[in-house]
């Protein structure tokens, strides 16, 4: 700590004993700094007001006498990192003071300095404004012996106020509806703070023009007052140097009056390390002063004070078109190690720069920089703390103590060479000159950043702007580290200068809520589509650092477990602090984002993977069943509280753009939950669903399926599958054509709902539609909530209060040959019933010249390909891998005639649009009542080979076979009595709930491969032994897209003449085929007798592509014109509050744990933290805690809705450890009933090396 003494002998013995270890203030002062004349001084009392910089990752304190980073005791009080209030980890600063110094000759010759210490001898500045004749009375420095604080979220919360309204409108809130703290805010003419007065203060921005202060009107606090910049956290105060003499330099008044703002941000990169600090200097004095020097004093103690090396950097950064030369003045550790001290940063000291951004004016007004970098060591020698007016005037204009100027080399003094600027070169230049090349002997340094010199006219207002930059490279970096990493925060701390302090806040965080449950959190995110998702904006820092495109859009979210809650957002990429447990982004050509960052070891940028996208669209909710920390057990355990982030992040893609991620930096909070046992919630909860569950929902009108993969109930199959049609289908829950989600199993309520697709559907406009929204009716209670955008837009809107989620989004229909919704393929599927029966597979598809690429996805089409693909149609194959590559679409089928599914008619393929392809679900099935009468279809390619000289895909020339096996005789007055079978099963458009019509091929030549039975029962070889196309019999399958008539249609539309089927006529039958497969039979498995049903185990195939919604009228009464409407009910998924039986049978599982306690346990924060946790507690009980000897130790009165445990701290009720022992617990619950445990622990003894 930094101790007065009076002797440097005292000082000395003191440091080699001491076992605290924070920097010392002037030690050894032999004498007294002689006392300021009082001249036209006041009776002012030293200021005593103080408040903390806070916002960020560092907590600075802040005095209103002219110094700061100090607690006017023995503490450093700029700490970095930061660590919360109520912690009890140690405290490392790494500045201990600072202070305006200004210095001047008057017109008489005669020195006038103020400046500030440490307070030791005296005060050169006071509290508050000086008057027009540049005095001021003891009542105003007491009025002002204040700071005032205001916050940027305060600010955003006022500027919503004033949205949809425009300055000069004339538009008042109530006083009310201002934060305090902006009403407070000391600016001109303030109605609600009257201390300003008439005088311009605070810096404000005047939204309605009145010159005055007046925040119901609109105006708030801002950086400067022509522009509306704002930061994080921005406080202000005001003082001045006549308001007392001048005890600390012992130096005449100039006055001079100094309105001070200092500043910060929170963020996600380098500045949430930064603070900044701007000075107004007015000067009130009515001469003039020559020669003047104005400059920043600092006493930088980066950690431990002992090993200190100090240096400055001139070069040229910034970026830009135009880089500036630097005005940074560094602290930096003379080691590897920050030692001795205790309150040290170890083995990775960081480096810390205090950049001179802005200086004065001189009398032509020309701003100058920073023209002196000088320093002094903390002693009473000619190099050591000044002692008088004089000296302090010689650091700030190039001399030390004994008149001598600062030299180049060595320490800088008694050389040849003057110099202004010492230790310029980066330590590891050793042929540079540095304190490191040097290797001068550590110790506790001050410098000062100075301008002059120039002259002070009377009035005459200057500013001078610092900022405080830290980094911390990694360790190994030291000793003698560059300063590159240092440069690079601050080029960006200088291109946010050059901004005017406007910073790119990035898309906000959202809101989030985590619901806990049993060995399982749900985490909502809250407040998305508007204020996050439609974020884009510009980055002057990113344009001043002369990046190509300074354009972000909001690209994603990603969610963060962390170790505890002194993680800031900066350190999310640390896998030791922070890990990635949810992403999530926009589904668009954006995956994998990548930032070119500095890497101080290789002096050079080098890629860093932020982002590895999913690239499978937003999602607002998200399921934690795992702690990211764990070992071993990774699942969730109850009654440990966990950690979380979230963030929200933009993308810019521009080529050049070396900074392509960028992490918002609002609304960034730390969310902590504890899993638990939910029962005794609610005075007994019951849950009846699970995260993720959906309800069963019915189709009123419409159809569309957002992309979704759809399951019908077994009622509307039965309905479906008998009748031809359910008006009414219904879906299983979580498998509907909307999404409804439970995000919430808590607050699902029993109600019954209606969602209606509001406005126009334009079937052939179904993605240029921005005009139209859901609507979502509580029938039950009336309620009706609106979706926040149009369909258009992919949003899972979050219903917290129902605990429910909803998603609705227009997807276009397949075909659009898009790779951004996989040209609207979404899934495909195949289940036996009996897993191990796996007895249907297919021939699948192949590429190239193969004959069996039979699926004519992709982009091969060279002329002479005798296999060419349909390139336009499904460039990425996406139609080509369903179920194993034997299904697709018959748009993408071969036409070859020999080895090709389906007719060579190109025309009539053309005309069988990808856009018409339905979801469907294909049922193989032994139950003959379940079977579809069909018409089968020739696959002969040669139809002189083929029974009856049939073309290809005409009707078999066949008696039709009878669901008994027989055979009808052939009568050609009766159709049906020709060339029908029956399917082995049925199938079903998913979308509109309608049966199809099915047909089945045989190549009736091919007997032995079953060809000539009129029955569909393929076998397994594609080729038999002497080399024969066989393909299975050629028993393909066609599932149309038309409701199930026995085929008749088709079968009047499949007439042939001599040169085969009539195109004019067959087109009309398949141009409605959906879906084609070539089946087989899989080698090892039979089929059943016809008798028996033929299929082994029931098989269920599904295939599900994208359907936009639109009109489709069922039928039965319309309330929304045909267009898509549902209902629903959360009865079955509702939880159960106030369940009796429940809260009574909870009582059973009140726990204590650990149990047994061995001295430590994984709920303490610290080594002087014992704590155990009391479990599955009802809301309102007693809680008393007994030795075994029936002393009551400590009693807990409970009434608490929000947290089902109780922490003990292991003391008794005044506070005192108790021993290691059996202790009773005993439970109380009032009319639900008692609980009594036996806990035993063992104490462990007091960590003394924790105090």
């Excluded at 080098?606 to 982002?611: A, E, M, R, S, Y």
């Excluded at 009336?782 to 899972?796: C, F, R, V």
């Amino acid at each position: 700590m930094k101790k007065i003494t009076t002797s440097l002998a005292f000082a000395t013995a003191f440091l080699i004993a001491a076992t605290s270890a924070r920097a010392f203030e002037n030690i050894g002062m032999p004498h007294k700094t002689e006392q300021g004349h009082k001249i036209e001084a006041g009776d002012c009392k030293p200021a005593t007001s103080q408040i903390d910089l806070n916002i960020n990752n560092v907590r600075a304190r802040l005095m209103n006498g002219g110094d700061m980073w100090w607690d006017l005791n023995t503490a450093a009080k700029y700490e970095i990192p930061k660590i919360p209030i109520e912690s009890t980890e140690p405290r490392v600063s790494s500045l201990f003071a600072g202070s305006v110094w200004i210095g001047g000759i008057d017109q008489g010759g005669q020195l006038k300095v103020a400046a500030g210490t440490y307070r030791q001898n005296g005060n050169d500045f006071y509290p508050g404004p000086l008057d027009a004749n540049g005095e001021v009375d003891q009542n105003t420095c007491t009025d002002f012996d204040k700071q005032w604080q205001v916050l940027g979220s305060e600010i955003d919360e006022l500027k919503t106020k004033f949205e949809g309204h425009f300055a000069g409108d004339g538009y008042q809130i109530d006083p009310s509806e201002v934060p305090q703290n902006i009403l407070d805010w000391p600016a001109k003419n303030n109605p609600f703070n009257t201390l300003p007065g008439n005088r311009d203060l605070a810096p404000f921005f005047d939204y309605d023009n009145s010159g005055d202060f007046d925040p119901t009107y609109g105006d708030f606090p801002v950086i400067n007052s022509k522009l509306q910049n704002y930061a994080d956290q921005m406080i202000w105060w005001v003082y001045n140097d006549k308001g007392n003499i001048h005890t600390e330099t012992g130096g005449q008044a100039i006055g001079m009056e100094i309105q001070t703002l200092a500043f910060a941000y929170k963020t996600t990169d380098e500045v949430d390390n930064m603070t900044f600090y701007k000075y107004e200097l007015i000067n009130k004095a009515t001469s003039e002063l020559d020669s003047v020097y104005m400059g920043q004093w600092v006493d930088p103690d980066l950690g431990c004070y002992l090993d200190d090396y100090i240096g400055c950097d001139t070069s040229k950064g910034g970026g830009g078109l135009n880089p500036k030369s630097r005005g940074l003045g560094i602290i930096y550790n003379a080691d590897a190690l920050d030692q001795p001290c205790p309150l040290g940063y170890g083995d990775q000291p960081p480096l810390l720069g205090v950049d001179y951004f802005k200086g004065p004016l001189n009398e032509d007004s020309v701003e100058l920089g920073m023209s002196k970098f000088l320093y002094y060591n903390n002693d009473f020698t000619s190099m050591g703390n000044p002692e008088n007016a004089s000296h302090y005037y010689g650091y700030l204009s190039g001399s030390w103590k004994d008149g001598t100027p600062f030299t180049e080399g060595g320490n800088a003094h008694g050389g040849s060479v003057p110099t202004s600027f010492v230790f310029p070169s980066s330590p590891n230049d050793a042929s540079g000159w540095s304190e490191c090349s040097q290797n001068n002997t550590p110790a506790d340094r001050r410098f000062i950043e100075s301008t002059g010199p120039f002259k002070l006219i009377p009035g005459a207002s200057n500013e001078i702007i610092i900022g405080v930059i830290w980094v911390r490279p990694p360790v190994g970096t030291y000793p003698c580290p560059s300063f590159s990493l240092l440069q690079t925060a601050d080029d960006k701390a200088q291109a946010l200068f050059d901004s005017n302090f406007k910073i790119l806040d990035g898309p906000k965080a959202p809101d989030a809520k985590i619901v806990e449950l049993d060995k399982t959190l749900i985490f909502n995110l809250l407040n998305t589509f508007n204020e996050v998702e439609k974020y884009h904006d510009t980055d002057p820092i990113v344009a001043a650092l002369g990046d190509p495109d300074s354009t972000y859009f909001f690209q994603g979210y990603q969610v963060f477990q962390l170790v505890n809650t002194k993680i800031s957002a900066q350190e999310l990429g640390d896998p030791s602090k922070a890990r990635l447990v949810a992403q999530c982004d926009l589904k668009d050509a954006v995956s994998k984002v990548v930032n070119l960052t500095y890497d101080p070891t290789l002096e050079t940028n080098v890629p860093t993977l932020k982002v590895d996208g999913a690239n499978i669209g937003l999602q607002h909710s998200f399921e934690f069943l795992n702690d990211a920390f764990a070992t071993g057990d990774k699942r969730l355990v109850n009654n440990k509280r966990y950690y979380y982030m979230v963030v929200s992040y933009a993308y810019n893609g521009a080529a050049q753009q070396k900074t392509k991620y960028l992490q918002g930096r609002k609304n960034t909070k730390i969310y902590s939950a504890i899993p638990h046992i939910p029962a005794p919630e609610f005075n007994g909860l019951v849950i009846n669903s699970e995260y993720g569950d959906g309800p069963q929902i019915i189709r009123e009108e419409g159809r569309g399926n957002s992309g979704f993969q759809l399951e019908i109930t077994e009622s509307s199959d039965s309905l479906i599958r008998i009748f031809g049609f359910d008006p009414r289908v219904e879906y299983k829950g979580g498998k509907g054509p909307v999404g409804i989600k439970v995000i919430d199993p808590k607050n699902v309520p029993a109600d019954d709902f209606e969602l209606t697709l509001i406005d126009s559907i334009s079937s052939n406009m179904v993605m240029k539609d921005a005009g139209t929204y859901w609507k979502l009716h509580d029938l039950t209670t009336n309620e009706i909530i609106y979706s926040d955008t149009t369909i258009d837009q992919s949003n899972e809107q979050m219903l917290p209060d129902w605990g429910l989620s909803v998603y609705v989004k227009q997807v276009r229909n397949a075909g659009s040959n898009n790779a951004s919704d996989n040209n609207g393929f979404i899934e495909s599927s195949i289940t036996f019933k009996e897993p191990q029966t796996t007895w249907l597979s297919g021939v699948p598809d192949a590429e190239g010249e193969d004959d069996l690429n039979w699926i004519r996805s992709g982009t091969s089409n060279t002329t002479g390909l005798k296999h060419p693909d349909y390139v336009g149609e499904d460039d990425n194959q996406y139609f080509e891998d369903i179920i194993g590559r034997t299904w697709a679409p018959y748009h993408l089928c071969s036409q070859d005639n020999d080895w090709g599914p389906i007719w060579s008619n190109n025309s009539t393929r053309i005309q069988n649009r990808l856009d018409s392809l339905p979801s469907v679900k294909i049922i193989f099935t032994s139950d003959k009542t379940k079977w579809t009468h069909c018409i089968v279809i020739e696959g002969q390619p040669e139809k002189n080979l083929a029974e009856g000289g049939a073309p290809k895909m005409s009707i078999r020339k066949h008696g039709s076979l009878n669901l008994d096996g027989t055979y009808q005789t052939m009568n050609a007055a009766d159709p049906m009595s020709i060339g029908y079978s029956w399917f082995p099963g049925y199938a079903i458009d998913l979308e509109t709930g309608t049966r199809l019509n099915i047909m089945f091929s045989e190549d009736s030549r091919n007997i032995g491969e079953n060809g000539g039975d009129m029955i569909w029962n393929p076998t397994s070889t594609t080729k038999t032994a002497n080399g024969e196309v066989s393909l299975g019999g050629r028993h393909f399958i066609y599932v149309a897209r038309t409701r199930y008539d026995e085929d008749v249609y088709f079968s009047q539309n499949l007439e042939t003449n001599a040169q085969g089927l009539v195109a004019s006529v067959a087109t009309n039958t398949y141009r409605k085929i959906a879906w084609v497969s070539m089946p087989l039979l899989t080698p090892g498995f039979k089929l059943k007798s016809f008798a028996d049903g033929l299929i082994p185990t029931e098989t269920t195939i599904f295939i599900w592509v994208n359907k936009a919604y639109t009109q489709f009228h069922t039928g039965n009464a319309e309330t929304n014109g045909g267009y898509p409407r549902y209902t629903f009910s959360t009865k079955n998924l509702a939880a159960v509050k106030g369940d009796a039986s429940t809260a009574k049978n909870a009582l059973d599982t009140i726990n204590i744990v650990p149990n047994p306690y061995y001295a430590y346990s994984s709920y303490e924060s610290s080594q002087t933290d014992n704590r155990v946790k009391i479990t599955n507690l009802p809301q309102k009980c007693t809680i008393s805690i007994y030795s075994v000897d029936g002393i009551l130790i400590k009693k807990f009165e409970r009434d608490d809705a929000t947290i089902t445990s109780l922490d003990w701290d292991l003391k008794n009720s005044v506070g005192v450890p108790v021993s290691s022992g059996i202790y009773l617990i005993h439970i109380n619950a009032g009319e639900l009933g008692e609980k009594t445990l036996k806990w035993f622990g063992i104490m462990r003894p007091v960590d003394l090396d924790s105090f």
